[in-house]
C-alpha cells in the first residue's frame, strides 16, 4: 500500500506540444462543462519511489559483499559517480550524503565563510539558506521572476556588494534560470557561480546538462527526487581542483587531493545508495520523456484555461527536469474562490495538489539570523539590523499567494490521467462561484 501523502514526498525538455499532445480549444470546451468531480479518483498518483528486481539486485549485492562505506573497499559509489557524471556530461563527480551536504561541500570547498555574500533566490527550499549560513556568510535575496519562478536575473547585479563572493541560483522545480545572464554577470564581477540543481538532474540549458555552467552543480537524491535512493547527493564540475577540493572537504581530515584548509565533514555516501542510484538511473530516462509529453499535454491545457498561467521556461531552456510541475493561480478568474478551496476541490476530485513554498526571506526561521549572536559579532548589529530590509522581495511575495504545484509523479500517468487533471481543473473553475459560497 503506498504510503501517506507527505509535503515531503509530494515533492517530487520542456517538449514540444505537437497536435498528438495538444488539447484542442473544443477539447478544453468540452472539459469545461463535464459533470461534478466523481468520488474515485481521476487520476491516482503513481507509487513512488518505483523499483524493479534491478534494484533489489543491487542492494543485496552490497549487502553480501560485506563492503558497505566508500572507506570498506567498495566500488559503487565511483561507478556511480563515473556514471553521473557521463550522463550530465560533467568531467568530474564527488557523491554525498544528501543534496544539502553536497552545497555544503561546495561551499566548504570553495572557503565561503564569514564576512562573506551569497546570494540566493526566496522561491527554495530552505536548505539553500542553511548551506549558507552553516558557513557563517551572509544570504542575500534577490526576487523572483514570476513568470518562471526563478531568481530574476536582472535584478541580481544591484545586489552585488565588495563583499559578494559566490551567486548560488537555484534551478527552482528542475527548470533552468538564466545561465547565461548570470554566468556573464559572474564573469564580469569576478564571483563565481555555483548552481543548486537539486532538483534538476536531466535539465539542460542550451542543450547541455546544468551543473558546470559555473565552477559546479549540486544535485538531491533525496526520496522525492527524481532520481533518488532515499537520500543522496552529489557535486558536478568540470574543474578538477574544485572536485579535488570538494572530494577532501566530504571525507574528515584527509586533504589527499588538494592542501588543507582545516575544515572538512563527513559526507560520504554509502554503497548500498550508490548501487540504488546506479541501478535507478536504468529507467530515468524513460520516465524523463513520459515527464516531458505530459508537462506538454498539461501546458496546452491548463493554458486555455481563464486564471491558471503554467509556469514558463526561462529562454534558453531545451529540457526541464519537471522535478514539479508549477503554475499560478488568479482567484479572481475562479468567482473568487480561495487557492485553499481550490486545491481542496482538485483533491476531491483525485488530484493531490500543493500550495508550495512560502516566502522563505520572511520567515521565523530566515528572521532569526537577525538576532543571532554569532551574526552579530560578525557582521554587527547595524547590518544585520538593515538586512531584513535589504531582503525585500515583492513580486516573490505575491508568487507565493498564487503558485499550485503538481509533483513529478503526476507527470507519470497515462495521457489520459493527464488529461483528466486538466478536466478537473476546469470543472473546478465551472462550479467555483458555488465552491466559493461553501
Given at each position: 500500500?503506498?504510503?501517506?501523502?507527505?509535503?515531503?514526498?509530494?515533492?517530487?525538455?520542456?517538449?514540444?506540444?505537437g497536435?498528438?499532445?495538444?488539447?484542442t480549444?473544443?477539447?478544453?470546451?468540452?472539459?469545461?462543462?463535464?459533470?461534478?468531480?466523481?468520488?474515485?479518483?481521476?487520476a491516482?498518483?503513481?507509487?513512488?519511489?518505483?523499483?524493479?528486481?534491478?534494484?533489489?539486485?543491487?542492494?543485496?549485492?552490497?549487502?553480501?559483499?560485506?563492503?558497505?562505506?566508500?572507506?570498506?573497499?567498495?566500488?559503487?559509489?565511483?561507478?556511480?559517480?563515473?556514471?553521473?557524471?557521463?550522463?550530465?556530461?560533467?568531467?568530474?563527480?564527488?557523491?554525498?550524503?544528501?543534496?544539502?551536504?553536497?552545497?555544503?561541500?561546495?561551499?566548504g570547498?570553495?572557503?565561503?565563510?564569514?564576512?562573506?555574500?551569497?546570494?540566493?533566490?526566496?522561491?527554495?527550499?530552505?536548505?539553500?539558506?542553511?548551506?549558507?549560513?552553516?558557513?557563517?556568510?551572509?544570504?542575500?535575496?534577490?526576487?523572483?521572476?514570476?513568470?518562471?519562478?526563478?531568481?530574476?536575473?536582472?535584478?541580481?547585479?544591484?545586489?552585488?556588494?565588495?563583499?559578494?563572493?559566490?551567486?548560488l541560483?537555484?534551478?527552482?522545480?528542475?527548470s533552468p534560470?538564466?545561465?547565461?545572464?548570470?554566468?556573464?554577470?559572474?564573469?564580469?564581477?569576478?564571483?563565481?557561480l555555483?548552481?543548486?540543481?537539486?532538483?534538476?538532474p536531466?535539465?539542460?540549458?542550451?542543450?547541455?546538462?546544468?551543473?558546470?555552467?559555473?565552477?559546479?552543480?549540486?544535485?538531491?537524491?533525496?526520496?522525492?527526487?527524481?532520481?533518488?535512493?532515499?537520500?543522496?547527493?552529489?557535486?558536478?564540475?568540470?574543474?578538477?581542483?574544485?572536485?579535488?577540493?570538494?572530494?577532501?572537504?566530504?571525507?574528515?581530515?584527509?586533504?589527499?587531493?588538494?592542501?588543507?584548509?582545516?575544515?572538512?565533514?563527513?559526507?560520504?555516501?554509502?554503497?548500498?545508495?550508490?548501487?540504488?542510484?546506479?541501478?535507478?538511473?536504468?529507467?530515468?530516462?524513460?520516465?524523463?520523456?513520459?515527464?516531458?509529453?505530459?508537462?506538454?499535454?498539461?501546458?496546452?491545457?491548463?493554458?486555455?484555461?481563464?486564471?491558471?498561467?503554467?509556469?514558463?521556461?526561462t529562454?534558453?531552456?531545451?529540457?526541464?527536469?519537471?522535478?514539479?510541475?508549477?503554475?499560478?493561480?488568479?482567484?479572481?478568474?475562479?468567482?473568487?474562490?480561495?487557492?485553499?478551496?481550490?486545491?481542496?476541490?482538485?483533491?476531491?476530485?483525485?488530484?493531490?495538489?500543493?500550495?508550495?513554498?512560502?516566502?522563505?526571506?520572511?520567515?521565523?526561521?530566515?528572521?532569526?539570523?537577525?538576532?543571532?549572536?554569532?551574526?552579530?559579532?560578525?557582521?554587527?548589529?547595524?547590518?544585520?539590523?538593515?538586512?531584513?530590509?535589504?531582503?525585500?522581495?515583492?513580486?516573490?511575495?505575491?508568487?507565493?499567494?498564487?503558485?499550485?504545484?503538481?509533483?513529478?509523479?503526476?507527470?507519470?500517468?497515462?495521457?489520459?490521467?493527464t488529461?483528466?487533471?486538466?478536466?478537473?481543473?476546469?470543472?473546478?473553475?465551472?462550479?467555483?462561484?458555488?465552491?466559493?459560497?461553501a
Open positions: 500500500m503506498p504510503a501517506p501523502l507527505s509535503r515531503r514526498r509530494f515533492l517530487g525538455r520542456a517538449a514540444s506540444a497536435a498528438g499532445l495538444c488539447l480549444a473544443a477539447a478544453a470546451e468540452k472539459a469545461a462543462s463535464v459533470a461534478p468531480a466523481p468520488a474515485v479518483p481521476a491516482p498518483v503513481p507509487d513512488w519511489p518505483r523499483w524493479t528486481g534491478s534494484d533489489e539486485r543491487a542492494l543485496l549485492d552490497v549487502l553480501r559483499s560485506g563492503r558497505w562505506g566508500r572507506t570498506s573497499g567498495g566500488a559503487r559509489v565511483k561507478a556511480f559517480e563515473t556514471a553521473f557524471a557521463a550522463r550530465m556530461q560533467a568531467k568530474h563527480c564527488v557523491a554525498t550524503s544528501s543534496g544539502t551536504t553536497a552545497l555544503l561541500t561546495a561551499l570547498a570553495l572557503g565561503i565563510g564569514p564576512g562573506d555574500e551569497v546570494i540566493i533566490p526566496p522561491y527554495t527550499f530552505v536548505a539553500t539558506f542553511n548551506a549558507v549560513t552553516a558557513s557563517f556568510a551572509l544570504p542575500v535575496f534577490v526576487d523572483s521572476d514570476a513568470a518562471t519562478f526563478q531568481i530574476d536575473a536582472t535584478k541580481v547585479a544591484a545586489a552585488i556588494t565588495p563583499a559578494t563572493r559566490l551567486l541560483p537555484v534551478h527552482i522545480a528542475g534560470c538564466d545561465l547565461d545572464r548570470l554566468a556573464a554577470l559572474a564573469a564580469e564581477r569576478k564571483i563565481t555555483l548552481e543548486d540543481a537539486c532538483q534538476a536531466l535539465a539542460e540549458w542550451r542543450g547541455r546538462p546544468v551543473g558546470t555552467r559555473g565552477i559546479g552543480g549540486c544535485f538531491s537524491f533525496q526520496a522525492s527526487k527524481n532520481l533518488t535512493a532515499g537520500e543522496g547527493g552529489a557535486v558536478l564540475t568540470d574543474d578538477q581542483a574544485f572536485a579535488d577540493a570538494c572530494y577532501d572537504f566530504h571525507t574528515p581530515g584527509n586533504a589527499k587531493r588538494s592542501p588543507s584548509s582545516g575544515r572538512g565533514a563527513n559526507f560520504r555516501l554509502t554503497e548500498f545508495q550508490a548501487a540504488l542510484l546506479v541501478s535507478q538511473m536504468e529507467t530515468l530516462e524513460a520516465q524523463a520523456k513520459l515527464r516531458d509529453a505530459n508537462a506538454a499535454l498539461l501546458t496546452a491545457g491548463l493554458a486555455q484555461i481563464p486564471g491558471i498561467k503554467p509556469a514558463g521556461l529562454p534558453g531552456t531545451t529540457r526541464s527536469g519537471w522535478h514539479l510541475y508549477m503554475f499560478r493561480y488568479d482567484a479572481a478568474q475562479f468567482a473568487g474562490l480561495p487557492r485553499a478551496k481550490f486545491i481542496a476541490a482538485l483533491a476531491k476530485a483525485g488530484v493531490a495538489a500543493s500550495s508550495g513554498y512560502t516566502a522563505l526571506n520572511t520567515g521565523a526561521h530566515v528572521k532569526a539570523l537577525a538576532a543571532n549572536p554569532h551574526y552579530r559579532r560578525i557582521y554587527g548589529a547595524d547590518t544585520m539590523a538593515r538586512w531584513a530590509e535589504r531582503n525585500a522581495c515583492p513580486v516573490n511575495d505575491r508568487l507565493v499567494e498564487e503558485a499550485v504545484w503538481f509533483g513529478q509523479t503526476k507527470l507519470l500517468g497515462s495521457r489520459a490521467d488529461e483528466k487533471i486538466v478536466a478537473a481543473v476546469a470543472d473546478v473553475r465551472r462550479r467555483a462561484g458555488d465552491l466559493a459560497k
